[in-house]
């Protein structure tokens, strides 16, 4: 949403298939310790899922026999991943995991996130060269989704079944030294048996300072795009420096995003990014819209001369670039929603010292105020059949999402957990809400940059809502919106720092 101060900055942003050789995202990958079947790992540069292999005969007491892929890493890091055994395995202690290695040495200190095929899933962990191993039971088995992270010398992990929230968390701390081996791990537990285990949406994240200065400081981002099938996620674009707000055009090939102040497009048929010609709108935010015969491109622009809390106003531009159509007279209005049949905008706007969400014809005049509750209303967004409007407001305490009629009546909360749940976005073929989640310590009017969010989707009876992806990511990454023509697809931007 809002209250943006933006940094002018120029954009350098670099297009790679980020895993774009045998290892992908990591250095090498080696046997530890004695072991009697040689471990071998294949990357598929179109799934980005890693498939590893090895043997070993445990990763306990003062010594360690497994497979290891892995990458230098100094400092502080997050490493996900989801994972899945390959097969119903020999030995019920086989195990999977990721770690924090001191060396590659067989009896190096180190720390993981380790699942056993029986379930059992704990932090574990050597303390000293020869040490023995010890380590801290996560109440939850049978995890499949795996985050691991360095602060400092604290090491953390968290666990989930895919579709759920992280469940457990267990920290210790532990001095391995500011340069250690990160990655992916395998062990048979038999060292005459070789096991696999598939990896995906392996993510390495280089978090913020954590005296970072929010609307001052910045750190890079990564235009992904998820599968809603597969779960699969694939990295498009690596920038540098931040980009926002993933916009999917309705037709086409292309992703619009913002960066820097200026709007650029993305062709997935190219991997090419180009800049977006919006003439003197240089400061403009990340709630931009593009029209339903995708002719127009709708953006809120920060105008010079005016208060930086009153600047933000909503203009439209062709969508090959041109001169801005200013639409509202006042501000701070931020777009959000563009009607089914063309006609009319929907955004948030403050005025007399509240947040609300207005509509206004997408030629301009006077401007429709539609909630009224005390609180921020925000996120709003047309159904596809263009009869109800769905937006998030923290009239009740926290960030709930919530659906109305077109006119502003009948508004009616449509989520209701200890989350702080922000963005509702419409699938084009109407049977799928999706929404940004944030953590429940979250102030709910506010939606901060480089936190662990969750991007969620329920089908549109409010039924069953699961996890779709874990991200470290929130201003920026879901805010408009994202959805592939087709609905099998969203794109969303989470965050890193590429040193």
Not at 91 to 103: D, E, F, W
Not at 192 to 216: G, H, L, Q
Not at 379 to 401: A, H, T, V, W
Not at 452 to 477: C, H, W
Request: aromatic share 12%; with cysteine; charged share 20%.
């Amino acid at each position: 949403m809002k209250f943006y101060c933006f940094l002018i900055i120029l954009l350098i942003s670099y297009t790679c298939k980020a895993q774009n050789h045998i290892l992908g995202i990591f250095d090498s990958h080696t046997d530890i310790g004695n072991v009697s079947k040689t471990g071998t790992v294949e990357f598929n540069t179109n799934s980005e899922e890693y498939k590893i292999g090895g043997s070993g005969h445990n990763m306990w007491e003062n010594t360690d026999s497994f497979h290891f892929v892995w990458k230098k890493l100094t400092g502080d890091f997050i490493i996900k991943a989801n994972f899945n055994f390959i097969g119903e395995g020999v030995n019920p202690h086989r195990k999977v995991g990721l770690m924090a290695r001191h060396s590659l040495e067989a009896n190096s200190p180190y720390a993981d996130i380790c699942v056993h095929g029986d379930g059992l899933t704990s932090l574990q962990y050597r303390t000293s060269i020869d040490g023995i191993t010890d380590e801290k039971i996560s109440k939850l088995t049978a995890a499949n989704i795996l985050y691991f992270e360095r602060k400092n010398s604290n090491y953390t992990i968290m666990v989930a079944r895919e579709g759920e929230f992280y469940s457990d968390t267990v920290s210790l701390d532990l001095n391995l030294g500011n340069e250690v081996y990160v990655g992916l791990f395998i062990c048979s537990h038999d060292n005459n048996v070789y096991e696999e285990a598939i990896f995906s949406n392996v993510r390495i994240t280089i978090p913020a300072d954590e005296d970072f200065v929010p609307y001052e400081d910045y750190i890079g981002s990564r235009l992904e795009i998820i599968d809603i099938s597969s779960k699969l996620r694939k990295v498009l674009l690596n920038s540098k420096t931040p980009i926002e707000s993933p916009n999917w055009f309705s037709v086409g090939n292309s992703i619009h995003y913002n960066g820097g102040g200026k709007l650029y497009e993305y062709s997935l048929d190219d991997n090419h990014s180009q800049l977006v010609n919006t003439d003197f709108a240089t400061s403009i935010n990340n709630d931009h819209v593009v029209s339903p015969d995708n002719k127009i491109i709708g953006i809120s622009n920060h105008v010079k001369d005016v208060p930086d809390d009153l600047s933000s106003l909503i203009f439209t531009v062709p969508i090959n670039g041109g001169k801005p159509e200013r639409i509202t007279s006042t501000g701070p209005s931020y777009l959000h929603g563009w009607s089914p049949d063309g006609k009319d905008l929907i955004y948030t706007a403050m005025r007399s010292g509240n947040y609300d969400i207005y509509k206004i014809n997408v030629n301009g005049g006077e401007e429709h105020r539609l909630t009224t509750a005390e609180g921020l209303d925000d996120g709003s967004e047309y159904s596809p059949d263009g009869k109800c409007i769905y937006f998030n407001s923290s009239r009740n305490g926290k960030m709930q999402l919530f659906r109305m009629n077109t006119d502003g009546s009948e508004q009616i909360q449509i989520t209701n957990d200890n989350y702080n749940n922000w963005f509702p976005h419409p699938s084009p073929d109407g049977k799928w809400i999706a929404f940004l989640t944030f953590p429940e310590n979250t102030d709910p009017e506010d939606h901060p940059y480089y936190e662990n969010v969750f991007l969620r989707i329920m089908p549109v009876d409010y039924s069953e809502i699961k996890v779709l992806a874990y991200v470290y990511g929130g201003q920026g990454t879901i805010n408009v919106p994202s959805w592939s023509p087709d609905s099998k697809k969203l794109a969303f931007i989470s965050n890193t720092n590429f040193k």
